[in-house]
């Protein structure tokens, strides 16, 4: 009776992963993480070619928005109408030349890939934060409130993403922390599921079953039993999400409604350069060509954390 309970939470939990398309580390790989935590995560990703690249890729990135600052040659909103759209040249002063305000390009990506960077972290902690919490709650007991919840993150799926975003921001106005609440406000909806779906099943474990006996309580037991087996799901959620999240900012600063235009973004960068893209296509093209590697880097990792933390994907 025991195991076929098992048996359907974890026919429910892949079902509703893979409506949400999101990645769920399988039985075997939550199994296997007493010898993957002995064995180390660090040299297990650095073997995986994928999720190695993308780290370099990120950390880089991670790297230039920190140093922003001192390594950018230009401040990001120095205008010079006498050098407006200078094409890419080594030895200038603009090595990916200027906009149509004369402000340097390489600058502005610099300090571009901090907005980004910070706009996917705070979106995805906060969305994160929320879904987790609420998730293992409605898993752990159910009832009226995991009803509740299931019908709400219904009503949310039904609307798009990015239309839904888009209303949110026509409302609110852009802004940094704005965009970041609109994007949560939605956000959160994929953690929730993915944390409900694991916490039912492994609610009805062998460990937490013992931890019961003993006289713990149940949020001893969400916290300090349940949590440390479904964090790596979570965690590879958290990064492929990131891109996303960047992605729908970009998209978001192309209308016009993410960040303000005093501060550099790649997608505004993006919106003011399409204008020349047959004269002086480089104004859109570097940034655009940022973003797109950021992401990829970001996929990249995910999926590499994905693979190294379950045994049973590394063999296939």
């Known amino acids: 009776m025991g195991q076929a309970s098992l048996r359907t939470d974890e026919l429910y939990q892949g079902t509703l992963a893979r409506s949400a398309n999101i990645p769920v580390l399988s039985p075997a790989g939550r199994a296997g993480r007493a010898h993957g935590a002995r064995a180390g995560l660090w040299p297990r990703l650095m073997s995986h070619r994928g999720g190695r690249l993308g780290l370099i890729i990120v950390l880089a990135y991670v790297a230039v928005a920190v140093a922003a600052p001192v390594l950018a040659p230009h401040p990001p909103g120095a205008v010079n109408l006498a050098g407006r759209l200078t094409p890419p040249a080594i030895g200038t002063g603009n090595l990916l030349g200027t906009d149509q305000l004369g402000r340097d390009i390489l600058s502005r990506i610099m300090h571009g890939a901090r907005v980004s960077m910070l706009v996917g972290l705070a979106t995805v902690s906060i969305s994160a934060a929320v879904g987790v919490g609420l998730g293992m709650v409605a898993g752990y007991y159910g009832g009226a409130l995991g009803r509740v919840l299931a019908r709400f993150t219904e009503l949310l799926l039904a609307f798009p993403y990015l239309i839904f975003v888009i209303g949110a ?42 931890a019961r006996v003993l006289g713990r309580s149940d949020s001893v037991i969400c916290v300090r039993e349940i949590l440390p087996n479904i964090v790596s799901s979570i965690l590879v959620l958290g990064t492929l999400r990131m891109g996303n999240m960047i992605v729908m900012e970009s998209s978001l600063s192309f209308l016009g409604l993410g960040i303000p235009p005093r ?29 797109a590697l950021l992401v990829l880097g970001m996929n990249l990792l995910g999926e590499g954390l994905r693979d190294v933390l379950d045994p049973k994907m590394m063999e296939g």
């Open 263 to 291: 501060m550099p973004a790649w997608g505004s960068m993006i919106n003011d350069g399409r204008r020349y893209m047959l004269t002086s296509p480089w104004v859109a093209t570097f940034p655009g060509l940022a973003l």
């Open 169 to 210: 921001m026509s409302v609110m106005g852009p802004g940094f922390w704005n965009l970041v609440w609109a994007l949560s406000f939605k956000g959160w909806v994929e953690f929730y599921r993915l944390s409900r779906a694991l916490v039912m099943s492994e609610k009805n474990r062998e460990y937490v079953e013992a």
